[in-house]
């Protein structure tokens, strides 16, 4: 399978791509997976692409496949819209952030999420629904 797309060369959210070269092809809980990245820490955690184009967290030691986003080019733009949040977050938040700042803040960044892919929140299991949860207990800051 070939991009059209250009891969983050740094690692965002912990999560690292492959070079074109390595990526491959994964079973996972019978459907096919065209891997092409994955947790830097946690080597069974991948980045999988369906046949149809969705993209999935897949968790192999606890069995789970995790929507992330409808095409691979929509997850890089979040991405890069997650590490470009991260970097404006520390001049707007205070030190200590209250709980009703956190939780703005990650509804603004949810709000963003949603214009690149309305289907990022079908669920209180997707990707972006756990990493705007994190945001609103301040884990990710």
């Known amino acids: 399978m070939i991009f ?4 983050p060369n740094k690692v965002i959210l912990e999560i690292a791509f492959l070079n074109n070269d390595a990526f491959y092809n994964l079973t996972f809980q019978h459907t096919h997976y065209y891997v092409v990245g994955g947790d830097k820490e946690i080597e ?25 986003a409808c095409d691979i080019e929509t997850f890089i733009k979040e991405l890069l819209l997650f590490d470009d949040y ?31 892919d309305n289907s990022a929140f079908r669920d209180t299991n997707t990707y972006w629904s756990e990493i705007c949860e994190e945001l609103e207990y301040g884990i990710c800051l």
């Open 4 to 7: 059209d797309v250009n891969f």
């Open 44 to 68: 069974s955690n991948l980045i999988g692409i369906k046949d149809n184009g969705e993209v999935y967290y897949l968790t192999l030691d606890d069995d789970i496949a995790c929507y992330i």
């Open 86 to 116: 991260m970097t404006n977050i520390h001049g707007q938040l205070p030190d200590n952030p209250s709980e009703h700042q956190l939780r703005n803040y990650a509804n603004i960044f949810r709000n963003e999420i949603l214009k690149l």
